[in-house]
């Protein structure tokens, strides 16, 4: 596996590998690995002839009071992670290697940007957005894998690409949890032990809820009454961000839960913030 600093790097060996007639599966990612970054790899590895796995934790996604500079880092680990999963290169730039000084040009997707994570995160996907536009222009990948606990990240990067005719698709794999449920996330390293013990019950509250729609209810009104009881009695340590029931393409707010439906979630527990998802239809 060939570790690639440069961006001008980047592009001449993802040119090459093209000019051989290989295709390039891209994994962009902000390292700290756990079994939901090696799932991701995996699906890369059946997709493209060759697989590329950026490492960048990105500045212009994080605001002003989140945790870039705490975001947790483990480089070697990472390395021999992204290797053993059959990254062909792995990419970690230094930010100045993306942004030049007077980087001046964002990509946005405002409408889908400023709801569920939008919300309290007021420049997190025009972040997401201008960094994964980068990485397309520079690998030219004919796919890039996304997960679905992240599902407003991957809704929004599927219309941006859309929109703008980029010629790579996006592909996306169904979230990784641990045994009890909770989904895998770098930052659950942020819980102590009797926030991880209540952690799971994030998910079981989205259970919870698609188990009262297959009975028949369609009202997200009582749908999201009812997760929150729950959580308020068995996840007392959490703080809700924001609990909707979205259409999950366009990420529109829903009232009545007629046709396709993701319930989707962030709840703050200690320092972690931690988002799921769950399609209720
Ligand atoms: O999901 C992430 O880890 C990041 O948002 C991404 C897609 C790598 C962009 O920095």
Not at 16 to 22: A, M, N, R, V
Not at 148 to 170: G, S
Request: aromatic fraction near 8%; hydrophobic fraction near 40%; charged fraction near 25%.
């Amino acid at each position: 596996m060939q570790i690639v600093k440069t961006a001008k790097e980047l592009s001449e060996l993802c040119r090459s590998w093209h000019k051989d007639g290989q295709t390039v599966a891209l994994v962009p990612t902000m390292g700290y690995y756990h079994d939901g970054h090696a799932a991701l790899m995996d699906k890369a590895r059946g997709l493209g002839d060759k697989v590329v796995v950026s490492l960048f934790v990105n500045p212009t996604q994080f605001g002003p009071n989140e945790d870039y500079a705490s975001y947790p880092r483990d480089f070697e680990r990472d390395r021999a992670v992204a290797e053993a999963h059959g990254a062909d290169a792995l990419f970690a730039p230094e930010p100045a290697e993306l942004y030049a000084p007077d980087a001046a040009t964002w990509v946005e997707v405002p409408e889908m940007s400023t709801v569920l994570c939008g919300a309290s995160r007021p420049i997190h996907f025009r972040g997401v957005c201008t960094v994964c536009t980068k990485l397309f222009m520079l690998t030219q990948a004919d796919y890039a894998v996304f997960g679905e606990k992240d599902w407003q990240q991957q809704a929004i990067l599927r219309r941006m690409v859309r929109d703008l005719f980029y010629p790579v698709t996006i592909v996306s794999v169904p979230i990784q949890r641990a045994e009890d449920g909770l989904a895998l996330s770098s930052r659950n390293v942020y819980l102590t032990e009797e926030e991880r013990a209540q952690a799971p019950e994030i998910q079981a509250g989205l259970r919870y809820a698609r188990s009262l729609v297959e009975q028949g209810e369609t009202r997200v009104s009582v749908l999201r009454d009812a997760v929150l009881r729950r959580w308020a009695s068995r996840l007392p340590l959490g703080r809700l961000d924001y609990l909707y029931v979205v259409d999950p393409v366009s990420l529109a707010t829903l009232d009545e839960v007629k046709g396709p439906a993701l319930m989707a979630c962030a709840v703050k527990v200690g320092k972690a913030r931690l988002i799921d998802n769950i399609l209720l239809k």
